[in-house]
């Protein structure tokens, strides 16, 4: 059995759960609502204030979903309890971002500063110039949201140059030695 998918999922004080039929799920909490329709081939309980995730069978698929399906549903409980965040670090002399409404304006070295819009139920803070704080209540898009920021210069391996996340580390190859 799934030693994730078997663990119950607690249910914090001021979040509301209700599954509806074919497994969509919505919870409400203090930070916001997150809903989502997950697979039919499991079974979604609530039980003593807690939500347990059962697999009808031993087949692989199930097994595959098992766990997911637990993990998902506890990504959102926390999402409307604490929330989410991810933290960009900026490397690079002249690389900077700034903030204005909605709009991150990122300079990268490019000719044109690159302009991106925050989506919807995310926000990005700007802490200094070289440091940008996406938050929000849905794990994955405040991930996707970071994953695009950073793709517009991710770091290079040679002066560590580039967009990169505060806990990642560039492992630095060396450059020419200039020998003739």
Do not use: C, W
Request: proline letters at 4%; hydrophobic letters at 30%; zero cysteines.
């Amino acid at each position: 059995m799934s030693r994730i998918g078997k663990l119950p999922i607690g249910i914090p004080t001021g979040v509301e759960i209700e599954i509806g039929d074919g497994n969509s799920v919505t919870v409400k909490g203090p930070k916001g609502t997150l809903s989502r329709v997950l697979t039919k081939d499991l079974s979604i309980a609530q039980k003593e204030g807690q939500i347990i995730v059962e697999r009808p069978n031993d087949l692989k698929k199930s097994k595959a979903l098992h766990g997911l399906t637990r993990t998902l549903i506890n990504n959102m409980v926390v999402g409307v309890t604490q929330g989410y965040s991810k933290t960009l670090e900026i490397n690079g002399v002249g690389y900077r971002a700034a903030k204005s409404g909605k709009k991150l304006t990122l300079n990268l070295g490019y000719s044109q500063p690159v302009e991106m819009f925050d989506p919807e139920g995310i926000t990005s803070t700007v802490e200094g110039t070289t440091k940008i704080v996406i938050s929000g209540i849905d794990k994955e898009k405040v991930g996707q949201y970071a994953a695009n920021i950073r793709d517009k210069r991710s770091p290079e391996p040679f002066n560590g140059k580039g967009i990169k996340y505060s806990y990642e580390r560039i492992r630095r190859k060396v450059g020419k030695t200039g020998k003739k």
